[in-house]
């Protein structure tokens, strides 16, 4: 298989560098929108220090979640290990298997695995009052709202 970069002229594939296709080819085209080479990023993306694909990942991953489930907050840590997502929402019971689902998906569509952690309120602030480091992490993490 091999790639050619072409532009789509008067109802014809042509293409940009000189190739010579063979009669009888078959291709498949990607396409992007002119000018539309890459979306907006969000506000948080300069303050997470992770690849870009993984921020990709992530924030295809949080508009997906936002999407599916009733959430309160995205949160991510970053520790010596690399990155930690917490989903924080109301009923974690509810909300695991969709959220596992959208990993699982991002995962086998683009390789980047997202360590992510369901978590309620309800936990959330049992942590708070017992003092856990784990809630200071995930307070003081970057929301991929």
Do not use: C
């Not at 063979?22 to 993306?45: D, I, N, T």
Request: charged share 35%.
């Amino acid at each position: 298989m091999k790639t050619v970069r072409v532009v789509f002229r008067n109802g014809v594939f042509v293409p940009v560098e000189e190739k010579d296709i063979p009669e009888g080819s078959e291709g498949v085209v990607v396409f992007l929108p002119k000018g539309g080479e890459r979306r907006e990023r969000p506000a948080w993306w300069d303050s997470l220090q992770v690849e870009e694909r993984k921020k990709e990942a992530l924030h295809r991953f949080s508009e997906t979640v936002f999407r599916r489930v009733t959430v309160n907050d995205v949160k991510v840590v970053i520790g010596e290990e690399g990155f930690e997502v917490f989903v924080l929402v109301h009923d974690e019971l509810k909300a695991l298997r969709p959220v596992m689902e959208v990993a699982l998906k991002i995962y086998e569509e683009t390789g980047v695995y997202i360590p992510v952690q369901v978590i309620s309120e309800r936990r959330l602030n049992r942590w708070k009052e017992q003092g856990s480091k784990i809630f200071d992490s995930i307070v003081g993490g970057i929301s991929i709202r």
